[in-house]
């Protein structure tokens, strides 16, 4: 790979390239399995499975969907929370080279609709309590799913309800002891697909990355490099991180990383920081990767101060921005850095990391990876590369970045040109090649015609000491095309009144960035990953502007 500028920030040991094996899935799992069978590959709920327990059970997994006819390439539905059968499941699927779909068991009915039949699922492994969502849309006919596979969690006799033939309905724990430990004997291939990661994208409209398996091993050798390098000789990864195995991060944070590096998986089910630090107390692991929120909170957990982090050696966050003090304050309690990442489901996840050297810089996403090329793209053509310092789009290309979307070709030729990955991300690069990301391209606000980055305005309310979590959002106007209005959650025992917020704004921002409201509640809306939910924002913003 040709010398970039961000190159000589890099780690020692970190190569600019790497000679990718191009190898499926799979083989990174069971070559853990042969190498360590005894060592633990998850705890969950003081439970132990070891890689050799693990390994058999995928492997009478996937006897069993090949016995009822499932294929190669045939797509494959998990709708679970994080339990053991999610991980079993991937791994059977990465056997057999079907495609593993991911949904989040809390959707509605109507958003598992989308998702299943644009997906054209043909199996269908469900969690019980999900499993009247699935039984509605396959009574209504609008799923086409052969077969629905239920994780009982009840120990009760599965419910069929009439209309569905009760061969469709099989139990997941029958499966796993009726078929043989034998591995399947399918050629998978790094090009094949492994998982459709659906995501937003920068419509807005629920999208299938094709993600390959050489996709997922290419983010997976980036990220290891980058959060293993301070683990002491002989140590592997115990790896906490409490996010949807859904979610990209949480797949590649846990199961791509363990299975590649034989690491240890301290599964949790409850995503509460009561449970993340009793997790951190217990088992002690040595990395943790978590999204800004969860740090926040972490900062913020009552006794944290009398909580054992010695056994963190780095920890990761991504998902979204994270407040500079935030950052300080969680490195001063634990001792090891807050590495910031930067990756989306078109990249599996990968693209930048702030690099494990004593340098750093304050709201920057770091470097690109290796093998990840970067660049800021006009925002007005898309097609002038902007200078050193200037805002754009950022452009990615890589490895890790997929081919496509899943059966949209018009949307896939508007995000994917020339190898390229337009990613609506609007940021810069600074003159050491370090890049910041200052906005979404949805997120932008517009106001008075003047561009009003919401990210900004949050860095700066987070940096008040009364202020727990801000999130900024846009709500129309008619005068002023939109109003910058700014939620906040106020550290407890804490007073603060709008005009005072503002004032403070007034300190460090141009007039027009200034909010013109200001709501304070209990609670921030989340996402699924535990992102503030500027979508709920602006619903909730609405009505309470009448003032």
């Known amino acids: 790979m040709v010398e970039r500028v961000w190159h000589k920030d890099y780690p020692v040991e970190v190569p600019y390239s790497y000679e990718y094996p191009r190898l499926p899935l799979k083989d990174y799992f069971t070559g853990s399995a042969k190498a360590h069978p005894d060592r633990a590959f998850l705890i969950y709920r003081n439970r132990e499975m070891s890689y050799r327990e693990a390994n058999t059970q995928a492997r009478k997994l996937a006897q069993g969907l090949l016995r009822l006819g499932c294929k190669k390439a045939d797509r494959v539905a998990i709708v679970a929370n994080n339990i053991p059968e999610f991980i079993i499941s991937v791994q059977a699927c990465y056997k057999i080279?079907?495609?593993?779909?991911?949904?989040?068991?809390?959707?509605?009915?109507?958003?598992?609709?989308?998702?299943?039949?644009?997906?054209?699922?043909?199996?269908?492994?469900?969690?019980?309590?999900?499993?009247d969502k699935i039984q509605e849309l396959k009574l209504e006919g609008k799923v086409s799913a052969k077969r629905i596979i239920v994780i009982s969690t009840?120990?009760?006799?599965?419910?069929?309800?009439?209309?569905?033939?009760?061969?469709?309905?099989?139990?997941?724990?029958?499966?796993?002891?009726?078929?043989?430990?034998?591995?399947?004997?399918?050629?998978?291939?790094?090009?094949?697909?492994?998982?459709?990661?659906?995501?937003?994208?920068?419509?807005?409209?629920?999208?299938?990355?094709?993600?390959?398996?050489?996709?997922?091993?290419?983010?997976?050798?980036?990220?290891?490099?980058?959060?293993?390098?301070?683990?002491?000789?002989?140590?592997?990864?115990?790896?906490?991180?409490?996010l949807p195995l859904y979610h990209i991060y949480g797949l590649i944070g846990n199961?791509?990383?363990?299975?590649?590096?034989?690491?240890?998986?301290?599964?949790?089910?409850?995503?509460?920081?009561?449970?993340?630090?009793?997790?951190?107390?217990?088992?002690?692991?040595?990395?943790?990767?978590?999204?800004?929120?969860?740090?926040?909170?972490?900062?913020?957990?009552?006794?944290?101060?009398?909580?054992?982090?010695?056994?963190?050696?780095m920890t990761g966050v991504g998902g979204d921005s994270l407040p500079e003090v935030t950052k300080l304050a969680f490195e001063a309690l634990s001792g090891v850095p807050v590495i910031v990442g930067y990756g989306l489901s078109e990249t599996a996840g990968s693209v930048c990391g702030q690099p494990l050297t004593d340098k750093t810089k304050a709201a920057s996403i770091g470097v690109p990876l290796p093998d990840v090329e970067i660049r800021i793209m006009s925002l007005d053509d898309r097609l002038t590369e902007m200078p050193t310092g200037e805002l754009g789009e950022l452009a990615i290309r890589g490895p890790q970045v997929v081919s496509s979307y899943w059966n949209r070709p018009e949307e896939s030729e508007l995000s994917f040109v020339d190898g390229w990955l337009y990613t609506g991300d609007i940021g810069l690069m600074d003159e050491e090649g370090w890049f910041y990301i200052k906005e979404r391209k949805k997120d932008l606000i517009i106001s008075g015609g003047f561009n009003?980055?919401?990210?900004?305005?949050?860095?700066?309310?987070y940096s008040h000491p009364s202020i727990r979590e801000a999130c900024t959002v846009g709500i129309p106007d008619e005068a002023a095309g939109e109003l910058i209005v700014s939620f906040i959650v106020l550290r407890p025992d804490q007073e603060l009144s709008e005009e005072k917020v503002k004032e403070f704004c007034r300190e460090y921002l141009a007039a027009y960035k200034i909010p013109r409201r200001v709501r304070f509640l209990d609670k921030l809306p989340k996402t699924s990953v535990g992102k503030p939910s500027r979508v709920a924002l602006r619903k909730h913003g609405k009505p309470s502007l009448q003032d």
């Not at 009003?452 to 309310?461: G, S």
Request: hydrophobic share 40%.
């Open 452 to 461: 009003v980055y919401p990210k900004e305005i949050d860095d700066i309310l």
């Open 255 to 313: 199961i791509g990383l363990a299975s590649y590096s034989a690491g240890t998986i301290l599964l949790l089910d409850s995503l509460s920081l009561e449970s993340i630090v009793e997790a951190i107390e217990e088992y002690q692991p040595n990395l943790l990767c978590v999204v800004p929120s969860l740090l926040v909170g972490l900062v913020h957990y009552p006794g944290i101060k009398d909580v054992n982090l010695d056994s963190l050696v």
């Open 97 to 131: 080279g079907a495609i593993v779909v991911t949904a989040n068991p809390f959707f509605t009915t109507r958003e598992l609709e989308h998702i299943l039949s644009d997906s054209g699922t043909e199996t269908i492994i469900v969690i019980d309590r999900c499993l």
């Open 154 to 242: 009840q120990q009760q006799e599965l419910s069929v309800p009439e209309g569905i033939p009760s061969p469709e309905v099989l139990n997941y724990a029958d499966l796993i002891a009726n078929n043989a430990d034998v591995e399947p004997a399918i050629e998978v291939s790094a090009d094949d697909c492994a998982v459709l990661q659906y995501t937003g994208g920068t419509t807005g409209v629920p999208k299938g990355c094709v993600v390959s398996n050489a996709n997922l091993e290419s983010a997976i050798y980036g990220w290891s490099t980058w959060y293993t390098l301070p683990l002491p000789a002989g140590q592997y990864p115990v790896i906490l991180n409490p």
